[in-house]
């Protein structure tokens, strides 16, 4: 069966100070990933996905990048974090169209 | 581009009764999916029901049922017997079968109580 494994589950940073979150999909091949951030209470707001490696379509402008080094690895990153980028993060992926996304358990990043 | 709106923030519902989430979209399209994910506040992301929009049969899963209305572009989704579990962000979100590789479209998110 397939398995996303996202982590760290929680992140405190300083502003400034770079960012790596990873995530990886395990049995299966190929799939769609997507990074997606949730301030609390809001609705999902799509960062970035990927359908294959090194294909990297960003959805909205800002401080942060993602990159698929591996079919099944996708990595959420920036160099200097600022304030704005605290929320939850969430990874996802999907096979085939006409199925439903599956998601991570999602980080939290806190920046002080 | 497709969108799609839930025009209640928050809901609430008394343990054992039934409740309806609304969801409408946009779409020029004909071959789409269509999806209720629920949102604990473990804050995983749980898939609930989905629909084919070429079935007119509405699907159901347990207590859970949905109001498909191509036509009028509603999806809504019915909770029955609700239960203290149920509690949740309710998010409905649209799939292209155009575009191959297109991410789900999702609304805002309704937030539901369940009331002892």
């Known amino acids: 069966s397939q398995t996303i494994h996202q982590w760290p589950a929680t992140l405190v940073q300083p502003v400034g100070s770079p960012l790596s979150l990873e995530c990886t999909v395990e049995g299966t091949s190929n799939p769609n990933l997507y990074w997606y951030r949730q301030a609390a209470g809001r609705g999902l707001q799509l960062l970035f996905y990927?359908?294959?490696?090194?294909?990297i379509s960003s959805e909205v402008p800002q401080n942060l990048s993602a990159s698929r080094p591996q079919d099944r690895q996708f990595i959420l990153s920036s160099k200097k974090l600022l304030l704005s980028d605290s929320g939850f993060y969430l990874c996802?992926?999907?096979?085939?169209?006409?199925?439903?996304?599956?998601f991570g358990d999602g980080t939290r990043l806190s920046i002080l | 581009a497709q969108t799609v709106t839930q025009s209640q923030p928050e809901m609430s519902v008394q343990e054992a009764e039934t409740v309806t989430l609304s969801c409408t979209y946009d779409?020029?399209?004909?071959?789409?999916?269509l999806f209720w994910y629920k949102q604990p506040p473990s804050r995983q992301m749980i898939l609930v029901i989905r629909?084919?929009?070429?079935?007119?049969q509405n699907a159901t899963e347990n207590r859970f049922s949905v109001n498909f209305q191509k036509a009028a572009k509603s999806f809504s989704l019915k909770i029955s017997d609700s239960q203290l579990g149920d509690a949740a962000m309710y998010f409905c979100?649209?799939?292209?079968?155009?575009?191959?590789?297109?991410?789900?479209?999702f609304g805002k998110g309704t937030r539901l109580s369940v009331i002892a």
């Open positions: 996802a992926w999907s096979v085939w169209r006409d199925q439903p996304q599956h």
């Open positions: 629909q084919e929009a070429y079935k007119q």
């Open positions: 779409t020029s399209e004909s071959d789409y999916y």
């Open positions: 979100a649209y799939r292209s079968l155009n575009s191959g590789n297109t991410p789900l479209v």
């Open positions: 990927s359908v294959g490696i090194g294909q």
